[in-house]
């Protein structure tokens, strides 16, 4: 274990209450130490550190400032809130961030009265605050609302909105832009053009800051100066317009890393704001570790602090992401209408690759999922075969324009669902579950998942031959299973499954990447005499109408295994056998899908455990389906 950093001034803090006795320079001890602190936590358990290095100040001056958990303090996406967990009475399990039973990797309203509002998709900090600040004045919980939000996530429409909606209300509300020029990728959009001309000119940047947004929030000495900087500066670029337009008073920009500036500006609005006020703060991704890593320590393993080194286990396979890249690639040289969609996630998506080679063909859109499917729509209308590239936790924010957008139009839309299933130390937030339920049950709409990824391969073909209406495919996070990649992939037949292996009495009917899990529990009931038949579905719709209603005619029993909540491929083939009478004929059905709860983070591993999904819960499934009893489970 490395060495923990030297940290007298933070050990002295326990909870935020603690710091109201500190002066400003023990502030800046406090703040130096919990940066080393959040580096060495994260240097143990891997996560986000390059967010949270960024507002270490920020998150001192607002403890030390306002009076959490009486005021809520909610911090968008949350990526950022280590140090804010650190200084609110989770520091002593700080080192079990993302693991199995230990703190979660964002806010969580279940882990500390001091978290307000869970968070883990971007944008929803602004509205959340306001509804806090309406229902205090309506006689709920008192205190501040305080949303600090960051630029990447300012390119998604709901803050507007959000926005907009409390210009026009007049709460007291305070809105801190926590401006670093970038979220996960490099910022793209209007919105980061705009940003950038409010800091831009050097020479100008003190006289302007002092100059622009609220003047009567300014210390009384600096007002009449600020007064008359203002108008010497009229006719040149005034900072804070847009902001101003939609009601709100703008302040800054400020250093977000100056404690003096910090804690002098949000005294301040404490104790003068009336109505809703932004806070334009510039920070620095990484601040301090992480600022000339290109992605500013977004995410990261567990690492080596003194070199910097991460400590990922070896490869044995491609990716599923990289897979997906490489196929799209191929593909896309043979076929130059093939564009590719991304919101914000570049490399998450593997389109980073993409876009090294048709920079022109390749679109990051920000952090605007709805934006991006019907920016796809109007693509494949044009005549163009777009490949939409979503986690499947991120597409679920752009569900409305999935239904009404592409499928009602019946638009030759190619989505690419990665982090399919359960994804790990994100936890519940980032589970793909529910994709195949919310796109199978849409009329028109081809639903594939691979079982390896050589059938990634393949479902990239298939969907760049598709052009009859929208089709899905989705993969999970993590590298594949190690099977052979055709050179040249050929599309697959549209509703058709594959048998993996023949047997007798009992069907197990796979969709996705449990197919190895599912084949692992064949070999252990052939163990017991069992020879199960096992076949991989392919599609959740169409399905394979031929080949299921065969596996129900010639076993006693069928089992379906999907990685996806109930109401998904399991429920549209109990559908098919029901409307075939199969039930009345004595087959024993049973579907194996992700329980009905939203499971904590953990390894991968250990989430299937705990939804009864790996081959030993695939095994006892299918010897209590045939009412054999077990004397001793495996352990």
Known sequence: MADRPHTPNLDQIDLPSDLKGLNDAQLRKVADELRAETISAVSE???????GLGVVEMTVALHAVFEAPKDKIIWDVSHQCYPHKILTGRRDRIRTLRQKDGLSGFTKRSESPYDPFGAAHSSTSISAALGFAVARDLGGEGGDAIAVIGDGSMSAGMAYEAMNNAGHLKKRLIVILNDNEMSIAPPVGAMSSY???????APFQEFKAAAKGAVSFLPEPFQEGARRAKEMLKGMTVGGTLFEELGFSYLGPIDGHDMDQLLSVLRTVKDRATGPILIHAIT?????????RADRGHATAKFDVATGEQKKAPSNAPSYTSVFAQSLIKEATKDDKIVAVTAAMPDGTGLDRFMSRFASRCFDVGIAEQHAVTFCAGLAAGGMKPFCALYSTFLQRGYDQVVHDVAIQRLPVRFAIDRAG?????????????????????PGFVVMAAADEAELARMVATAVAHDDGPIAFRFPRGEGVGVEIPEEATPLEIGKGRMVREGSRVAILSFGTRLQEVEAAAEALEARGITPTVADARFAKPLDRDMILSLAAD????????????????????QLL?????????LKYRSMVLPDIFIDQAGPREMYAVAGMCAEHIEAKVLDVLGIEVLSQRA
């Open 578 to 586: 029901a409307e075939q009478g199969v039930f009345d004929r004595g």
């Open 195 to 201: 940003l950038s001309r409010l800091y831009a000119g």
């Open 45 to 51: 358990t891997g996560g986000h550190l390059g967010a």
């Open 284 to 292: 620095k991704k990484g601040k301090g570790y992480a600022e000339d």
């Open 555 to 574: 076993h006693e029993a069928l089992i379906t295994v999907e990685e996806g909540a109930v109401g998904g491929f399991g429920s549209h083939v109990a």
């Open 422 to 442: 359960l994804v790990g130390a994100d936890g519940a937030t980032h589970a793909g579950s529910f994709d195949v339920a919310y796109l199978a049950n849409l």
